[in-house]
């Protein structure tokens, strides 16, 4: 079992910029990622990382505007987000998966989220 946990969250005027991070407790070869959730609406992903740091992959929804990376001596996942708009405003998950492939679509570990608030 692997716990994750997001930080980093807040509120952000538009147009500003926010780095997330999220930390696994024990080390692993897993492949980690971001979804967000906003009132009303279903979870999707955001983007998703290998656990090399080889590959990364984004979502349509915030594309061009993010930046995921990974400190494996850390076991820590970061999203850098800017040009943040009101509609960015969600609960920001982590999440874990032992696959690349597979953590897009349905991921084996999930983080409690952080809460993002974009001001217009």
């Known amino acids: 079992q692997v716990q994750l946990v997001e930080s980093g969250g807040g509120l952000v005027q538009a147009g500003g910029s926010l780095r997330l991070s999220c930390t696994a407790s024990?080390?692993?070869?897993?492949?980690m990622g971001w979804f967000r959730q906003a009132p009303g609406k279903e979870r999707e992903f955001v983007a998703k990382?290998?656990?090399?740091?080889?590959?990364?992959y984004y979502g349509d929804s915030m594309k061009g505007r993010l930046t995921i990376s990974r400190d494996n001596a850390k076991n820590t996942v970061y999203l850098q987000m800017n040009s943040l708009k009101p509609e960015d405003t969600a609960v920001y998950y982590c999440?874990?998966?032992?696959?690349?492939?597979?953590?897009?679509?349905?991921?084996?570990?999930w983080g409690q989220g952080t809460q993002v608030t974009v001001s217009s």
């Open positions: 999440a874990a998966s032992p696959t690349y492939g597979s953590l897009s679509l349905s991921p084996d570990y």
């Open positions: 990382i290998s656990w090399d740091g080889g590959s990364a």
């Open positions: 024990r080390r692993g070869t897993y492949a």
